[in-house]
């Protein structure tokens, strides 16, 4: 059984920093793509992150770009999202979630100009995220 458990939200002064931690377990870390998502009060989630297993970069959304890091510690089954000059709008609850794709090697496709997130089937919990300005 797939199991996430996110940690390391909590509320944090705009321009700050916070590093969210996934532990993962019940499937085999090295073959699956890794994101993290979140949802703001009011308003759809959205994927913030991911790498595939063969993306030779991670994905970012343009508004957390040159801000988050997403990583991921394969002997330890950990993803990771470092976040740094945090801003009001980043409030959200964080996902973490993972997938095997169906064995396809990207986290993304491409369509009609814009790059979209595939979808992922298996999520932790959340973890609060409060920005304050």
């Known amino acids: 059984e797939v199991q996430l458990v996110e940690s390391g939200g909590g509320l944090v002064q705009a321009g700050g920093s916070l590093r969210l931690s996934c532990a993962t377990s019940?499937?085999?870390?090295?073959?699956?793509?890794i994101a993290w998502f979140r949802q703001a009060p009011g308003k759809e989630r959205e994927a913030v992150s991911c790498?595939?297993?063969?993306?030779?970069?991670?994905f970012y959304i343009d508004s957390v770009k040159g801000r988050f890091t997403i990583s991921s510690d394969n002997a330890k089954k950990m993803v990771y999202l470092q976040m740094s000059n945090l801003k009001p709008e980043d409030t959200a609850v964080y996902y973490c979630?993972?997938?095997?794709?169906?064995?396809?090697?990207?986290?993304?496709?491409?369509?009609?100009?814009?790059?979209?997130?595939?979808?992922?089937?298996?999520w932790g919990q959340g973890t609060q995220v409060t920005v304050s300005s």
């Open positions: 019940g499937f085999a870390f090295a073959d699956y793509a």
């Open positions: 790498v595939g297993i063969s993306d030779d970069s991670p």
């Open positions: 979630a993972v997938d095997n794709l169906n064995s396809v090697k990207t986290c993304t496709y491409y369509l009609d100009g814009y790059y979209y997130v595939r979808h992922f089937r298996y």
